[in-house]
């Protein structure tokens, strides 16, 4: 029977305070539901001593009826020289209707002194008040002691009394802290032993990961007799972030045989984990372990023809247990064996040593030198391959476009595109407005399309990124704009290469469109009807 | 006297293994000049026997007069069945030209099954010859036990032999591999330990970080008796990437008082980190350890007006040790202290609680609500203060632009740009192309104005980003643009959102040229100049 670990979710609270990392209520109520979908056991939504837009989610939390997570509401302890019943602070805490309160106190004489200018005793009291006046009002209280680390190398009976106050105060957990996120594991585990056999109120840890060792002290914490392991997901929080419950999670269950959350619910890791950075709009690293698109893919030509033979000789885990999977990457460090691997996927019959094969590898290595990166479009890729192959018959050719941008002082913005197409023989020629360039030019594409392949009503652009390829030159130099695509059922990236971003945005919106078509069938229109809408210019 | 540890930096061999990394040989050599001076000790370059690009490098690597690192080139042991004095690969090495061999072998007795399909005693013996050949060429050579960990957990008896055979051979290194980065710190601490009492051979530890303890487990190695540490700048690798030298230097150094590099070359850590990103053409993760633009950055007003009292309070080592610095971040989060801080930064006299600074915080409240983000634009921030403040006239205004782009099969792509300016009171009318819109816009802008500031000959553009905000609707989405310039002595960043790139990126053009003119004098020109110029527009 393995033992247990409590996860203690704090994406919405302490995740927040990293960089470029703002959460709309919305945002946060979706996000608290898949992190209750996937097991973790309490989720910290927001300070609600601190802004009206947390105090609005503890409020419409209530509606998400949430089956296993305990929603728990962040503060701190009581203003110096005050008392706790008046305290507003905590007070927020109890009208925010959660059943469990997260308070934080003063473990480090330092901040004592520095941070809040009071007395150690004080400090003491502050603690004690603040428990014990939030069990008194029912509550469910876990204590979180700010710099216990640091304040325990700095004066251990000092740091030890103040966890031992909240204890005598009734507290539910102690979660100690390294908020600077400057221990190292050895460290970490000796002091959460130590601490483990002085408390009967059961220890946390709550790690940060300025030293990049995060997962580590988590560990460590565990190993030494903590049963809480508080985090936040992607690793966001301020600074270096937060100990990344992506990697602890499983770390903890696929390594070290505790019990976190179930089979299932890990398996759907990696999509939380990606659906969590989308709602934060931050890009998940393609590295990232465990979750990242990159965590499972292989690139070397050695190691792909390993991996052929047995997984296991280049993967520690089986992807699929944490719902992440195997890639191959095409790129200019490949042997054959990837590309060959790559066709395989998409049951293209590429034998190896042929002059076709050899074809492909260099016309691949032609256009990476160019800047082209198929690692990043997996659909690009497969129209080249499936075009080397004779595989499909493109749907449409483009003849010309044009696009307008302009604007006067006082008056908006206007983007008009104007696109020639032969679809079948007949030249298409159109306009489209749009409210950005490359908007424009997706509605004028899509206007001429539409009546001979009505499938694209289905699909729409989810992503476009720009990227600088050779920075030197800034606006003079290359660029490569990645777009990705989606319908009912699918998503797929394309690429395009220019050192004009519209000529680029237009390469790689025509090929998701053509990815789009593939296998689709068009629609043969009568003169007459083309005439009618007024497309087919003779 | 602290004890030495040999930093061996692979991120031009095993970094080059990760998704989205790929370097030419000039990036080679730029990056391999910095890392010599950074005080690296070896400096793997890559592997002559895999491609022609390697070979290069290796041989203009000489000229490079490196004064403190050795390069080293990597190859694997001999084929099997065969002989090492006939051995390609091996041969490769020698006449690489390099004084160290870095060779990898196999330890883990299911690959050798599997992976090169050959018997134990010929794996020995594989090893063996291999290292024998290179010492007996004089070379001197660090052994890499590939999957090490896995090999000792799976068959410890065997994997030891393997060590012992390539020490019985000469090697100057064992370097223990957690190739596939499952390994955990408790295990590695263990194992190091036991290899050292069975060695008299030095022993390194390369690390991997798919369960985000390649640093720690690095740390624990060295704990543990290696004295080597074979890792990457930024983390480059394989799938989730090698041990992350910016984190395990400072660590090591800092954190646990043992010797990599002098305190000077410790430094330059950052400028080194954030050069090889750049060469790489890889964005750092802000939030990265030690090197990250995050990670003395200060976002929770709590923590900001406490650092403001003492940076130790929210700081786990003085940022200037590794070459970092602290940044209070302006965000939505924050409390006045933050802009106050800001403020300070830039001598502007910002007193607390005036009505002019509750303006300024609501004004970028909605701002950042709009999508702006200042946290990546402090030259957009620093306008909109000093605007705020009276603090400077703007140089110039736009009347209108229009920008014009078109394709017709077959011929090349144009961009046209009209701007129509004010500048001391004349209306200054002028076009320009440009190999991409921005570019046009940029070369329309400065050609209106340089006649006026002939300073803007100095600055250029050195990165463009955008990113889609929302990016549910993708191209009909809100963008935002960040731009990078550089003149001789400064770099500066500015923002500009729209739903319309081209919009954005004129937005953040404007503000960059209006922030280079901060302090600059204009030109006077008689009307008959500007008439000769063609400029002005009666």
Partial sequence: MATPVIIFDTTLRDGTQGEGISLSVEDKLKIAQKLDQLGVHYIEGGWPGSNGKDI???????????????????????????????????????????????????????????????????????????????????????????????????????????????????????????????????????????????????????????????????LAAVQAGARQVQGTFNGFGERCGNANLCSVIPNLQLKLDYNCISDEQLQSLTSVARYVSEIANVSMPVNQPYVGAAAFAHKGGIHV???????????????????????????????????????????????IE??????IIEKIKELEHQGYSFEGADASLELLLRRAFGDITDMFSVESFKLIVGKNSGSSISSEAIVKLKVNGESVYTAAEGNGPVNALDNALRKALLPYYPDIQEMHLSDYKVRVINEKDATAAKVRVLIESTNY??????????????????????????????????????????ERIGLVNH
């Fill in 305 to 351: 023809s390993a991996i052929m033979r047995h997984a296991k000789t280049y993967e520690h885990i089986v992807p699929e247990l944490v719902g992440n999977k195997q890639r191959v990457l095409v790129s200019e460090l490949a042997g054959q064996s990837n590309l060959l691997a790559k066709a395989q996927e998409l049951n293209l019959d590429m034998s």
């Fill in 489 to 530: 059922d699918n998503t797929w990236s394309t690429v395009g290469v220019s050192e004009n971003v519209i000529e680029a945005s237009w390469e790689a919106l025509v090929d998701s469109i053509r990815y789009a078509l593939i296998g689709k069938t068009r629609v043969e229109l009568p003169d007459s009807q083309t």
């Fill in 56 to 218: 609005e989610f503890f409020h419409r939390s209530k509606e998400l009826n949430l089956t296993h997570a305990k929603v728990t509401a962040f503060g701190s302890t009581r203003r110096k020289n005050s008392n706790a019943e008046t305290d507003p602070n905590l007070n927020r805490l109890v009208e925010s209707g959660v059943t469990v309160a997260t308070i934080f106190g003063k473990s480090w004489d330092f901040h004592v002194h520095t941070a809040i200018q009071t007395t150690l005793e004080e400090n003491l009291s502050m603690i004690y008040d603040s428990v014990k006046y939030l069990k008194s009002r029912g509550l469910e209280v876990i204590y979180d002691a700010e710099h216990f680390f640091d304040g325990y190398k700095n004066n251990r009976e000092y740091a030890l009394s103040t966890i031992l106050k909240a204890e005598e105060a009734g507290a539910d957990w102690v979660v100690l802290c390294d908020t600077n996120g400057g221990s190292l594991p050895g460290e970490v585990s000796e002091i959460v032993a130590d601490v483990c056999s002085k408390l009967h109120t059961p220890v946390g840890i709550h790690a940060h990961n300025d030293c990049e060792l995060g997962v580590a002290n988590s």
């Fill in 354 to 359: 042929t002059n076709q094969t050899k074809h």
